[in-house]
């Protein structure tokens, strides 16, 4: 295949349009099923299975923000579970202030476990929570800003590979031991529960769940269209050589810290987002999200699936966890952790690229066979 | 003041003490005459007369008094209707001689001495001053300290009958201490005397000194006031002093716990490049192997129970090694150069080695018991020492020390460095570059294991034990610069400290946090560490 | 590691980023080192190591290896720190001691590795378009567009690389001659006024030695200066400029080849006899 220099090269590639046609599909047609259906009927959805999709859809955002970090810049971040709680508490806390006086104690400004440590007010940065748009704004900033001013020291100072996964491992270790003291105001040990309603819909009601499912799946494709058009963009043309040869990159002249800093704090953003779609789902947001074991599970989604393909993100977190939802529910479920272990161990020596990954590479070297020239490895074909 | 009842129960604990040496002692030559006329009074029947043999008693110096009068205070001192009247110690056994506490023939119906409020004061009296004049120096030691609790004016007399006959050094100070204490909290006491006594007391510098001036009276005289306050902040800045070092000990023996639990990771990363996951747990392996040496030693032999962690030691480091040596053979090999891939290939096998240990053992903690010699502390200044502790920060020096020496000293070690330095050289001159990989991990892993057993004696030995410890290793090798043996120890110490000396102020979860936030932006001042090496090769 | 130590002492009230005019009227040379000393650990990788390059010069530095030939261009670069010493560019304008890599890169010094990079998973036009001299910041980036000046520009360097045919592979599966062109055309893509070259002909055949002696003088013809680096004599002599021998971290001898070749203390150390 030429490379058009004077056509534009199209935003999606094949596998790209056939992964929002999936999405798309799935956003309509899994609520209709849903409402639409009757309960008993074969092609009734059944509202736990929606929340159960939408959750992977959410994962599924989260692996697509690792992966344009690792597979695009290298960042091996293990600490990205945290931008995810970060995004999900900013979206707990809008839906703790939603309770009002519904809650236990039946106090109209502070949340239960308030009232339970006998705080009199609230805290300062529980204000402004029970406006939406204050609290949407947060699901992104809160995380952002943690991801500008951690990346910003270490990239400026250049800490990379294996020392950047070490700190980035004790940051959401941190994170977790803060999180789990009550003095800290949000929830402590049990965190944030017990919701009622999101913008004024109840949140158990089927049609927010089938609502809430739409939202992540066009969440997911929109956050995908990001991510294709960075990497493709002479933006992302840099973080794929910064991956590949940093200094060479220092050498051509660009700041490579600025570029790994922008991408990290797209990709915190984007994390915190499927973050805030999560917790409305699942019904509760609690410290052992910060848990380090948490965010490198992340990263097996993303190697599974294979990294730098970005629709290969995706499509390991909603295998990865519909497996592990199919064998810690049945009577393998005392064997799980040696699947996940085993996985984690077997992706890396025998499937390095991962499902998507090694399927380019099999049609790559089909069509160099049949006499067409190579192309660029993170060229995104169909998947699915 | 103080309440007479903790007071005898006080008395009453130290009582038991000098009362079975004084068993002991009496068993074969019993001073019968020095005390036959006070136990005659016994038998009178009046509390006078009970009360006279009581002080008789106490200063009679007889080996036999504590025992009969800790009898009295039981009830179980006894005397026989029929004249001549005899005293007897009531126990389950039968009427017992005072002197000699053999058994005697029944001498027909007893009945008790009888006893009433004024007797228990003179009982407490006479008691205080039999310990206090026992011949057991840490008898003495103790009956001591608590009249120096109780300040109990009443056990004054006794208390300075005791010191002047006293000849030990310690027993002394401490007898003089107690008296001071007693003095200072006197009514009637002329101010010289008074500012005497706070002076002894504020010499001794401690926590009961503290609480002893504190309790000076209120209408004390104006210069006796001023010369205990000035005590008093005397021993809070010697106090405080104490404090720290106390803190930098518990920092020294949490520092020595980082540095058995980084030092594996210190070869398998620092040399080798390899980022193993699966450290920690290799430490809850090797945990877990001195549970199951602790099992079978109470299954086949107890006796040897104190000797289980010297023999888990070698076996713990035997079989984590081995397990190290597997996993390098059949995982890591393949994945050298690529240390992300082998962050995450080792962290399966973390999980896989957790679950296993879990399916084998169960979730829940298992009892890992500690040998006698691991039990028990003592004092240095204001400063208590647990042996467990100095066991083992003595053990992770010892490890450090031979780890040192395998790497400086054996031809193993030498190979290891070498391959390290320059693979290709080293296996074009004849050395097993494979082998020595696999060696070095095992080193590293076993290590670890011989952590484990140490770190037995002081966690929860779980399958979770070894998730712990992972990240603080991590950090302690980043922070000392990889690499480095020497720079992982100094790392580990100061961490550890650190940790501790933060702790009072923040708390301990707050400590932690800071010290994690401290670390991570230490990293990126010097990315290399604190020893990092300097010069062309680490550009490459 | 200190700035300071580094700052000759008429230079002392230069501003802080070192642009001052400190070294103007000193010297009218594009590339200024004078007394430049790095130690690495005790090493002496440079010991009072002074030279100059002309504005529009090629110049060729030989010398043992550990001579301090890779050193002397990570200092002029930015990317080693010279314990003391001075290091200018630009008639003596600039104080390349004070500034980062890129900022030297952006001032207009290019450098090729001894070790071929190039990025590897690009293909061999979007190396190209990475390299070329334009827009650097992070954020403008994601949303350039190629204009037309650049596709020629690129079609340029293309002809002079000799790698036309070659655009759309990958870059890491050229041929290692290959790469150190592809890497000769990124240096010319950013159009820097001085070109670094460490060991390009390193492992080429004959033929394409000879290439690439011509494509080095073509570049210089075309008004960049050029400091080469290299061990094979037959290029030096190829490329006909004077030629520098480094030994211990200093000049050892300066001249054209043959008077260098001819030097007793340069034969003793690097030539053999």
Redesign the interface.
């Known amino acids: 295949?030429?490379?058009s220099?004077?056509r534009p090269p199209a935003l999606l590639g094949t596998s790209g349009l056939i992964f929002i046609a999936v999405l798309v599909a799935a956003a309509i047609l899994v609520p209709v099923l849903n409402l639409l259906t009757a309960p008993g009927s074969a092609l009734h959805v059944p509202t736990y299975v929606v929340s159960l999709l939408g959750k992977y859809l959410t994962y599924a955002l989260l692996a697509l923000s690792v992966d344009l970090i690792w597979g695009y810049v290298g960042i091996?971040s293990l600490g990205h579970g945290a931008f995810f709680a970060l995004g999900g508490y900013a979206m707990g806390m809008y839906l703790m202030r939603q309770i009002g006086t519904r809650g236990v104690y039946g106090d109209p400004i502070l949340p239960d476990f308030m009232v339970f440590l006998n705080w009199k007010e609230l805290p300062w940065f529980w204000y402004g929570f029970d406006m939406f748009p204050f609290a949407a704004v947060m699901v992104v900033l809160a995380p952002g800003i943690l991801a500008l001013v951690?990346g910003w020291?270490?990239f400026?100072?250049?800490?990379?590979?294996?020392?950047l996964?070490?700190?980035t491992?004790?940051?959401t270790?941190?994170l977790l031991?803060?999180f789990?003291?009550n003095d800290m105001g949000f929830g402590g040990n049990n965190g944030l529960t017990d919701f009622k309603d999101i913008l004024g819909f109840n949140i158990q009601a089927d049609g927010t769940r089938a609502t809430l499912f739409a939202l992540s799946a066009l969440a997911l494709a929109l956050g995908y269209v990001l991510c294709r058009y960075?990497v493709r963009?002479?933006?992302g043309?840099?973080l794929?050589?910064i991956?590949?040869?940093e200094?060479?990159?220092?050498?051509?002249?660009?700041?490579a810290e600025?570029?790994k800093?922008?991408a990290f704090v797209v990709s915190a953003a984007l994390a915190g987002i499927a973050g805030a779609l999560y917790v409305p789902q699942v019904g509760i947001i609690n410290p052992s999200e910060f848990s380090?074991?948490n965010s490198?599970e992340i990263?097996?989604w993303v190697?599974v699936g294979g990294r730098g393909t970005l629709v290969g993100a995706a499509l390991g977190a909603v295998l990865v966890n519909y497996a592990k939802t199919y064998f810690t529910s049945g009577f393998l479920a005392?064997?799980w952790?040696?699947m996940?272990?085993?996985?984690?161990?077997a992706?890396?020596?025998f499937l390095?690229k991962g499902i998507v990954g090694t399927f380019y590479e099999w049609r790559d070297r089909r069509k160099a066979a049949t006499g067409e020239?190579?192309?660029?490895?993170?060229e995104p074909r169909p998947a699915e | 003041m103080t309440s007479p009842a903790r007071c005898r129960s006080l008395s009453c604990a130290l009582l038991f003490a000098a009362l079975a040496l004084a068993t002991l002692l009496c068993a074969g030559r019993a001073s019968a005459q020095d005390i036959s006329g006070a136990l005659d009074q016994f038998t009178q029947g009046n509390y006078g007369a009970t009360e006279a043999a009581l002080g008789e008693l106490a200063v009679s110096g007889s080996p036999a008094a504590a025992g009969i009068v800790q009898a009295l205070a039981d009830g179980k001192l006894v005397f026989s209707n029929a004249l001549p009247r005899k005293v007897f110690i009531e126990t389950d056994k039968g009427l017992l001689d005072p002197l000699t506490m053999q058994p005697v023939p029944d001498p027909g119906p007893v009945k008790p001495v009888r006893v009433n409020n004024r007797i228990r004061r003179a009982i407490e009296a006479a008691s205080g001053t039999l310990s206090l004049t026992s011949p057991d120096a840490a008898t003495r030691l103790s009956a001591a300290g608590a009249v120096l609790r109780t300040r109990d004016e009443a056990a004054l007399p006794a208390l300075e009958k005791a010191l002047a006959k006293e000849t030990d050094r310690h027993v002394k100070s401490a007898m003089t201490l107690a008296r001071s204490a007693i003095v200072i909290g006197m009514d009637g006491v002329p101010p010289e005397e008074r500012i005497k006594a706070i002076e002894v007391v504020g010499a001794e510098g401690n926590q009961d000194a503290l609480a002893v001036l504190r309790g000076l009276p209120d209408n004390a005289l104006p210069e006796v006031k001023e010369a205990a306050a000035k005590e008093i902040a005397g021993i809070q800045h010697s106090l405080a002093m104490w404090d720290v070092v106390q803190n930098v000990w518990y920092g020294l023996s949490l520092g020595s716990v980082l540095l058995l639990a980084a030092i594996g990771l210190a070869i398998t990363f620092g040399v080798m490049g390899v980022?193993n996951?699966a450290h920690g747990e290799m430490v809850m392996l090797g945990a877990y192997t001195t549970f199951v040496v602790q099992q079978a030693i109470r299954t086949y032999d107890p006796g040897l129970f104190d000797a289980s962690l010297i023999i888990a030691i070698p076996l713990a480091f035997l079989f984590t090694g081995l397990i190290g040596v597997i996993i390098e053979r059949t995982?890591i090999r393949?994945?050298y150069g690529r240390?992300?891939?082998?962050?995450?290939?080792t962290?399966?096998?973390?999980?896989?080695l957790?679950?296993?240990i879990?399916?084998i053992f169960g979730p829940t903690n298992r009892e890992v018991g500690a040998p006698s010699w691991m039990s028990g502390s003592f004092d240095i200044g204001q400063l208590s020492i647990t042996y467990g502790r100095l066991w083992i920060i003595i053990f992770a020096m010892l490890v450090f020390a031979a780890l040192l020496a395998v790497l400086r000293l054996t031809r193993i070690g030498l190979e290891m460095r070498a391959v390290t330095q320059n693979r290709r050289m080293a296996a074009s001159m004849g050395i097993r570059t494979n082998w020595v990989d696999a060696m070095t991990f095992g080193l590293g892993s076993g290590i670890a294991g011989m952590a484990g057993v140490a770190l037995s004696q002081i966690d929860n030995v779980s399958p979770n034990l070894g998730?712990g410890y992972i990240?603080d290793s991590?950090?302690v090798v980043?922070f000392g610069g990889v690499g480095n043996l020497w720079g992982t120890l100094v790392g580990a110490m100061s961490l550890g400290v650190a940790n501790k000396l933060l702790e009072p102020y923040a708390g301990a979860?707050?400590g932690?946090?800071a010290l994690?936030?401290i670390?991570?932006?230490f990293?990126?001042?010097r990315?290399r560490g604190l020893f990092a090496l300097k010069g062309r090769s680490i550009e490459a | 590691m200190s700035d300071i130590e580094t700052l000759a002492p008429e230079t002392a009230d230069a501003p802080a980023e070192g642009l001052g005019a400190a070294k103007t009227g000193l010297t009218e040379a594009l590339l200024y080192l004078n007394g430049v000393t790095v130690t690495f650990d005790g090493f002496r990788a440079l010991n009072e190591l002074s030279f100059t390059v002309d504005p529009g010069e090629m110049r060729a530095i030989i010398g043992p290896n550990g001579a301090g030939k890779t050193t002397m261009m990570d200092v002029i670069?930015g990317k080693t720190r010279p314990d003391k010493g001075d290091v200018y560019f630009n008639e003596g304008r600039t104080d390349l001691t004070k500034l980062d890599?890129?900022e030297i890169?952006?001032l207009g010094i290019?450098?090729k590795?001894q070790k071929p990079?190039?990025?590897?998973?690009?293909?061999v036009?979007?190396n190209l378009?990475?390299?070329l001299k334009g827009?650097?910041?992070?954020?403008a980036?994601?949303?350039?567009k190629?204009t037309a000046a650049e596709?020629e520009r690129i079609d340029e360097i293309f002809e002079t690389i000799k790698l036309t045919e070659h655009?759309?592979?990958?870059g890491g599966?050229l041929s290692h001659g290959q790469k150190q062109w592809l890497e000769i055309g990124?240096l010319l893509a950013?159009d820097p006024k001085l070109l670094l070259v460490d060991e390009p002909v390193a492992g080429m055949t004959d033929a394409e030695t000879a290439q690439t002696a011509e494509l080095l003088r073509e570049i210089n013809a075309n008004g960049h200066s050029v400091v080469v680096v290299e061990h094979d004599m037959t290029f030096v002599r190829d490329l006909g400029v004077r030629v520098l021998c480094l030994h211990e971290g200093s000049v050892l001898a300066e001249g054209t080849l043959d008077q260098v070749s001819a030097n007793e203390r340069v034969i003793e150390v690097y030539l053999g006899r």
């Open positions: 295949m030429s490379t220099d004077t091996l951690f020291f270490a400026r100072s250049r800490v990379t590979g294996v020392y996964s070490i700190i491992q004790a940051m270790f941190a031991l803060a789990f003291r960075l963009s002479h933006f043309k840099v794929i050589a991956r590949d040869a200094t060479r990159v220092r050498f051509t002249g660009y700041r600025n570029y800093l922008v380090p074991a490198i990263i097996v190697a005392p064997y952790l040696f996940l272990g085993g996985l984690f161990v992706v890396t020596l390095p020239a190579d192309e660029p490895v993170a | 980022i996951m995982v393949f994945l240390p992300l891939e082998t962050l995450l290939a962290w399966g096998i973390s999980l896989i957790q679950q296993a879990r399916t998730q990240i991590f950090l980043v979860v707050l932690k946090i994690l936030v670390i991570i932006l990293i990126q001042k990315p | 670069t890599e890129t890169v952006t290019g450098r590795f990079t190039v990025f590897e998973s690009h293909t036009l979007d378009r990475l390299a827009q650097r910041a992070a954020l980036n994601i949303f350039r190629e596709r655009r759309d592979r990958l599966n990124m950013q």
